[in-house]
């Protein structure tokens, strides 16, 4: 039997009847608490994509992104407003710090890092209690007390992880980020626990605008192997996000070399984030996969 696809519009006729019913804490997700068998709870993750999120410089659409995020979060959180959904996320005397990647060939983008930063500020929060940054978070006051956070980096095949994911991206909040490097940096979820960050982080978004599906070395990059995909993942589960992520890189990977070639080293820790540290969901059938917009050449 081929397996549904739920649409924006069948989303929509639910949320309806029960207004922000996904404001829900990520916690909820994973605990799986008290459901039954008929009522297993799934981790919502939503795919949108633009055709003309990228301009012809190939520099994101601001105004387009911008419309994205705001479409993925009211559809994640089951609203209508933008703003309202965000006000369910951060609080007003929360201290939010974005955490970014500034990786030189694939960075997270202004484009997406102004567009969260403009809802945290509509969610009422002031200025000078929002901080975006990457390998300075253990030095930036603002992450330092950081109340919330919000995650945002582009995915990317990586030399020792795998897939440069949205788990990944809090490897900068450790002492010594190379100490996590072993064995295909299989325990990265741990971070989040040790850190004190699982609990803090209230959505992650995965940058799917020009992913790196291919590469060798450990700072390998080359425009044969990047496309434009023009899309967003958003979730507040990082591991159902990241296996998502991970399913369209497989299938560029498949589209490309004609055959099914799986990436060197394997990203284990995605799958290893719900098996051993609990972070959240991998399995795609206990994912909510909601895709919007765009679908030429979706590949998922």
Same mark, same amino acid.
């Given at each position: 039997?081929?397996?549904?696809?739920?649409?924006?519009?069948?989303?929509?006729?639910?949320?309806?009847?029960?207004?922000?019913?996904?404001?829900?804490?990520?916690?909820?997700?994973?605990?799986?608490?008290?459901?039954?068998?008929?009522?297993?709870?799934?981790?919502?993750?939503?795919?949108?994509?633009?055709?003309?999120?990228?301009?012809?410089?190939?520099?994101?659409?601001?105004?387009?992104?911008?419309?994205?995020?705001?479409?993925?979060?009211?559809?994640?959180?089951?609203?209508?407003?933008?703003?309202?959904?965000?006000?369910?996320?951060?609080?007003?005397?929360?201290?939010?710090?974005?955490?970014?990647?500034?990786?030189?060939?694939?960075?997270?983008?202004?484009?997406?890092?102004?567009?969260?930063?403009?809802?945290?500020?509509?969610?009422?929060?002031?200025?000078?209690?929002?901080?975006?940054?990457?390998?300075?978070?253990?030095?930036?006051?603002?992450?330092?007390?950081?109340?919330?956070?919000?995650?945002?980096?582009?995915?990317?095949?990586?030399?020792?992880?795998?897939?440069?994911?949205?788990?990944?991206?809090?490897?900068?909040?450790?002492?010594?980020?190379?100490?996590?490097?072993?064995?295909?940096?299989?325990?990265?979820?741990?971070?989040? +626990? =040790?850190?004190?960050?699982? #609990?803090? /982080?209230? %959505?992650?978004? *995965?940058?799917?605008?020009?992913?790196? !599906?291919? $590469?060798?070395?450990?700072?390998?990059?080359?425009?044969?192997?990047?496309?434009?995909?023009?899309?967003?993942?958003?979730? +507040? =589960?990082?591991?159902?996000? #990241?296996? /998502?992520? %991970?399913?369209? *890189?497989?299938?560029?990977?498949?589209? !490309?070399? $004609?055959?099914?070639?799986?990436?060197?080293?394997?990203?284990?820790?995605?799958?290893?984030?719900?098996?051993?540290?609990?972070?959240?969901?991998?399995?795609?059938?206990?994912?909510? %996969?909601?895709? *919007?917009?765009?679908?030429?050449?979706?590949?998922?």
């Amino acid at each position: 039997m081929k397996k549904r696809i739920i649409t924006r519009r069948d989303f929509l006729k639910v949320a309806a009847l029960t207004p922000l019913a996904g404001a829900v804490p990520f916690s909820v997700y994973s605990n799986q608490a008290k459901v039954t068998k008929k009522e297993i709870l799934k981790s919502r993750v939503v795919l949108i994509r633009d055709k003309d999120a990228l301009m012809a410089s190939g520099s994101p659409n601001q105004e387009i992104i911008q419309k994205m995020l705001d479409e993925a979060v009211t559809t994640l959180l089951g609203g209508n407003d933008p703003v309202a959904c965000w006000k369910t996320l951060i609080k007003p005397n929360d201290i939010v710090g974005i955490k970014s990647n500034v990786w030189s060939y694939i960075p997270t983008t202004k484009e997406v890092e102004q567009a969260i930063w403009r809802r945290v500020r509509d969610a009422g929060v002031p200025e000078n209690n929002i901080g975006i940054d990457d390998r300075g978070v253990r030095r930036n006051p603002v992450f330092q007390n950081a109340t919330a956070l919000i995650n945002a980096r582009p995915a990317r095949t990586h030399h020792w992880s795998g897939m440069g994911s949205c788990i990944k991206n809090y490897i900068t909040f450790v002492p010594r980020p190379s100490a996590h490097h072993g064995n295909s940096c299989a325990d990265l979820a741990k971070i989040w +626990t =040790d850190y004190n960050l699982k #609990d803090k /982080t209230k %959505l992650n978004i *995965l940058v799917m605008l020009t992913p790196l !599906f291919h $590469g060798i070395g450990p700072h390998h990059y080359s425009q044969k192997y990047v496309w434009d995909y023009k899309g967003l993942i958003v979730g +507040t =589960d990082p591991v159902a996000v #990241d296996a /998502t992520g %991970l399913r369209v *890189l497989e299938a560029k990977r498949r589209e !490309f070399f $004609g055959e099914e070639r799986g990436l060197q080293p394997p990203a284990k820790h995605i799958l290893l984030a719900d098996t051993r540290h609990h972070l959240g969901t991998s399995d795609p059938e206990k994912i909510e %996969l909601i895709k *919007l917009g765009w679908e030429e050449s979706r590949l998922i």
